[in-house]
């Protein structure tokens, strides 16, 4: 018969799994991108998306407290973070309040958008079209009060994946029992510190990550493909110099699409020069 793995023993076969894959190294093909702003995000902080037949959903990101002072903000008057519907046009076509905090990444599936919190309660909010809150959920395999930080989240065949920013790693959930199916690493170099959302096509996981530094002109962000099959990463795709500043990640009809949050640990709040923005990723 065969028996259910523990929490304990998941997390220890994918960290291993993890550890294995870098070993073992493989070939990782390389290409470079440039962004083409497309338009302006609603007034806010933009950070997370997710493409559906209806339109682009972006989710707001807000910093409160802590926070807030950190980056030199005044407390926001509302705590609501937003998710809007917009068309390709960016007009606001939907809008979905949630009690998401420092939201850093969204999926939408299942009739429900699913916003991910970067900042205490932490967690995974679920709320349907008509701003009701449906469930809050800690990510797997963490304390039961705070299973830490997120900065991705994608819907794919009725499961919900979620950029574990505790676990270094992307973990497929199934959202009804709330169990942790399948992992991938995060993608492990010296320059790739920084880890933003994810997106999924035709068997591949897209994620952006990025160098750890002070200002937008010293930024090196990049785009990883990994087989989802394996977990094993199989592309890194760099941007040219003077590229947007990837944060949130969709893809339609086989175009990437990204937005530009306007902050970024460490550095000025909106020294992007395109802080705000929605944009297209092409491929060079």
């Known amino acids: 018969m065969m028996r259910h793995m523990t929490k304990r023993e998941f997390l220890a076969a ?4 993890g550890v294995l894959l870098a ?3 493989g070939t990782v093909s390389k290409r470079k991108a440039r962004t083409k702003k ?6 806010g902080f933009p950070n997370g998306m997710a493409a559906t037949p209806e339109g682009l959903w972006i989710a707001e990101q807000k910093l409160s407290g802590a926070q807030a002072n950190q980056y030199g903000m005044q407390d926001p008057k509302s705590l609501t973070e937003m998710a809007w519907l917009v068309d390709w046009n960016g007009k606001v076509l939907k809008s979905v309040a949630t009690p998401s905090r420092n939201t850093s990444g969204m999926a939408v599936g299942g009739g429900y958008v699913w916003m991910v919190a970067n900042a205490p309660p932490q967690g995974v909010f679920q709320v349907d079209m008509n701003s009701k809150l ?3 959920h800690q990510i797997p395999l963490g304390p039961a009060n705070d299973g830490g930080g997120c900065h991705g989240a994608q819907w794919d065949d009725g499961k919900l994946w979620i950029s574990a920013l505790r676990l270094r790693a992307n973990i497929r959930v199934d959202v009804k029992t709330w169990t942790p199916e399948f992992i991938i690493p995060f993608y492990q170099a010296p320059d790739r510190v920084r880890y933003h959302d994810i997106t999924i096509d035709n068997g591949s ?5 990025g160098n750890d530094c002070k200002a937008w002109k010293d930024y090196r962000p990049a785009l990883v493909r990994y087989d989802m099959a394996t977990g094993r990463p199989v592309e890194v795709v760099d941007f040219v110099d003077g590229s947007c500043d990837p944060h949130g990640l969709a893809i339609k009809d086989g175009r990437l699409i990204s937005c530009d949050a306007g902050i970024h640990p460490g550095w000025a709040n909106r020294d992007s020069p395109t802080a705000g923005w929605i944009f297209e990723i092409e491929f060079v």
């Open 14 to 17: 994918g960290l291993g799994a």
């Open 23 to 25: 070993q073992r190294g």
């Open 38 to 43: 497309l338009f302006k995000a609603p007034d």
């Open 134 to 136: 449906i469930s809050h």
């Open 205 to 209: 996981m897209w994620q952006v990550v």
